[in-house]
C-alpha cells in the first residue's frame, strides 16, 4: 500500500504567519490524485483540496495546494485563528487509499 | 451537496459483527454519479480509509488490506444508503467511524463519525 509521511509532525505558529505543510507518498501519484483535509475536534475531515491544487467549495483562497508524483505541500499564506487544527493528507489514487497521519497545527 | 448519517449500534461484542447504515441525501445528480466510502479513525490507527464503492456500468467495491477479508460494502440506492459489514471484530476495530460521499474517487462529504466500542 501507499504510504504518505507528513512533516512537520507539529508546526507551532501566529496568527498572521505561513504555514507550509509536506506529504511525501512512498510511490509516485501518476494522476495526482491528493487531498487535503482539515479536521478540528469532535468535529469530521473537511476537504480543502483535492487533485493535488484544486481548492474544494468554499474554502477560502488562502489555502492552496502544489506538488505531483510524491511530493506535495499544503500553503497557508496567512493564517487566522480558525486554521489552528490537525491537517492530513489523503491519496486516492492507488487502491488501497490511505490516510498520512496529520500534521498539527497550534498557536505559537 | 450531499448530506450523509450514520446509524448504528454503539456497542459490539468481540467475534459479532459491526454493522452501520449511512443514509445520504441531497442533489440528485451527485448522488449517481458518488463514489461511498467508509473510513474510520482512532488513536492508534489515525484515520484509515476502509473501502468504497461506486457504479460504473456495475457496482464496484475496493477494499484495505487491512480488512478486507472481514468486510462488506453494500449500495442501496433505492433507499438513498449504503452500509458496512465488518466480521469478527476484535478492541482493535474501536474507532470513530465516518462515512463519505464524493464525485469521482473523493472524499467530499463526510457524515458525523459515530464511536463503536469493541468490547464484552
Known amino acids: 500500500e501507499t504510504v504518505l509521511t507528513q512533516s512537520p509532525g507539529t508546526l507551532s505558529l501566529s496568527p498572521g504567519e505561513r504555514a507550509t505543510l509536506s506529504c511525501r507518498a512512498s510511490?509516485?501519484?501518476?494522476?495526482?490524485?491528493l487531498a487535503w483535509f482539515q479536521q478540528k475536534p469532535g468535529q469530521a475531515p473537511r476537504l480543502l483540496i483535492y487533485d493535488a491544487s484544486s481548492r474544494a467549495g468554499g474554502i477560502p483562497g488562502r489555502f492552496s495546494g502544489s506538488g505531483s508524483g510524491t511530493d506535495f505541500t499544503l500553503t497557508i499564506s496567512r493564517l487566522e485563528p480558525e486554521d489552528f487544527a490537525v491537517y492530513y493528507c489523503?491519496?486516492?489514487?492507488?487502491?488501497?487509499?490511505?490516510f498520512g497521519p496529520g500534521t498539527t497545527v497550534d498557536v505559537k | 451537496q450531499i448530506h450523509l448519517q450514520v446509524s448504528g449500534p454503539g456497542l459490539v461484542r468481540p467475534s459479532q459483527t459491526l454493522s452501520l447504515t449511512c443514509a445520504f441525501s441531497?442533489?440528485?445528480?451527485?448522488?449517481?454519479?458518488?463514489?461511498w466510502s467508509w473510513i474510520r479513525q482512532s488513536p492508534s490507527r489515525g484515520l484509515e480509509w476502509l473501502g468504497r464503492t461506486y457504479y460504473s456500468s456495475r457496482w464496484n467495491f475496493h477494499y484495505a488490506d487491512s480488512v478486507k477479508n472481514r468486510i462488506t460494502i453494500n449500495p442501496d440506492t433505492s433507499n438513498n444508503q449504503f452500509s458496512l459489514r465488518l466480521r469478527s471484530v476484535t478492541p482493535d476495530d474501536t474507532a470513530l467511524y465516518y462515512c463519505a460521499g464524493g464525485a469521482a474517487r473523493r472524499l467530499d462529504y463526510w457524515g458525523l463519525g459515530i464511536l463503536v466500542t469493541v468490547s464484552s
Open positions: 489523503h491519496q486516492y489514487d492507488i487502491s488501497p487509499f490511505t
Open positions: 441531497g442533489d440528485s445528480a451527485s448522488i449517481n454519479t458518488a463514489t
Open positions: 510511490q509516485s501519484l501518476s494522476s495526482d490524485y
